[in-house]
């Protein structure tokens, strides 16, 4: 019964404490809140990011072009072994006739070439198979294999005309470097805007103990307990995390919910507020969980480092 008690006198008194100390307190909950809003911000973009990475990753490919007199049976020979590949996600067959009902489409205002087309006997066009990977990094390795099968003169290999990797080779190194930088530049962000946040809790925390410096010294005169004189302090730091969090997850609703279309227009089928609410629970775990840790440990450190009794 005594450490229930105690318990709830040391709350009370840190939630005084955090009141009672207004613009301290203040100070560090809007710090606070601006790192967990980069926070929460870096993860809808990065979500954001990787629902556009996707619709682009689906955009790109590798195209095996077959000559015009490559059999069914070397085209099979050539996507069997490419299915067979571990970084292979899909394997398309196009037909010759495929192709060019695609070709007169893409080309139906051009009459010059639709005349010319016309004025052929013969399809010019030969059956491709449109070759999706599971990562970008991956299609060189993609690309090396055929171009090595059509060098070798393999069965399929010798019905290879060409391999268009090398023409969407700038698109897909534009894509990979995308993502690789932006989880660099989302982690160093996330880093820079948590150690600001500890070193402005713990300088908060800090000032605290210095105003209180009166009251600590009679509760050390009295005999009171380390946790007694030191938890008022750490419930503070807690409580500062605690507000800054709730204040953050109540302004997403609205900002998601008004920049969505904004988003949309400019993202594809990326919707911000959706992103928001079908991912809440993960969402205020991480943000609530990070500010309350970053406010214990700031209180930890400043009353380690200042309360020495």
Do not use: C
Request: hydrophobic share 50%; net charge positive.
């Amino acid at each position: 019964m005594s450490l229930w008690l105690n318990t709830k006198r040391v709350a009370r008194y840190g939630l005084i404490g955090f009141i009672r100390n207004g613009f301290v307190s203040l100070a560090a909950v809007s710090i606070m809140t601006l790192t967990l809003f980069v926070l929460s911000g870096l993860m809808v973009f990065g979500a954001a990011l990787d629902a556009t990475l996707v619709q682009l990753t689906q955009k790109v490919d590798v195209n095996v072009y077959f000559t015009t007199n490559a059999t069914e049976a070397q085209i099979t020979d050539v996507k069997k072994m490419l299915e067979g590949m571990p970084e292979v996600a899909s394997v398309t067959f196009v037909s010759r006739e495929e192709a060019l009902a695609t070709f007169r489409e893409r080309h139906k205002n051009d009459q010059l070439t639709i005349q010319a087309l016309d004025e052929l006997r013969d399809n010019p066009l030969g059956a491709t198979l449109e070759v999706r990977a599971k990562q970008t990094s991956q299609y060189e390795a993609i690309a090396k294999f055929l171009t090595t099968q059509q060098s070798n003169g393999t069965s399929g290999g010798s019905a290879i005309d060409k391999v268009n990797f090398y023409q969407n080779k700038t698109a897909i190194d534009r894509l990979t470097n995308i993502i690789d930088t932006s989880k660099r530049i989302g982690t160093i962000v996330a880093v820079v805007m948590g150690l600001a946040s500890l070193l402005i809790a713990f300088n908060t925390i800090r000032l605290a103990i210095y105003t209180s410096r009166d009251e600590i010294g009679v509760m050390n005169i009295v005999g009171a307990g380390r946790w007694y004189v030191r938890g008022p302090f750490m419930i503070a730091g807690i409580l500062y995390g605690f507000v800054s969090g709730l204040i953050v997850l109540l302004l997403l609703y609205p900002i998601t919910l008004y920049m969505s279309a904004p988003l949309q227009r400019f993202l594809g089928t990326f919707n911000a507020f959706s992103y928001y609410a079908g991912n809440f629970p993960f969402i205020f775990f991480v943000i609530m969980s990070f500010g309350i840790a970053l406010g214990a440990l700031s209180s930890y450190l400043a009353v380690r480092r200042y309360l020495r009794n």
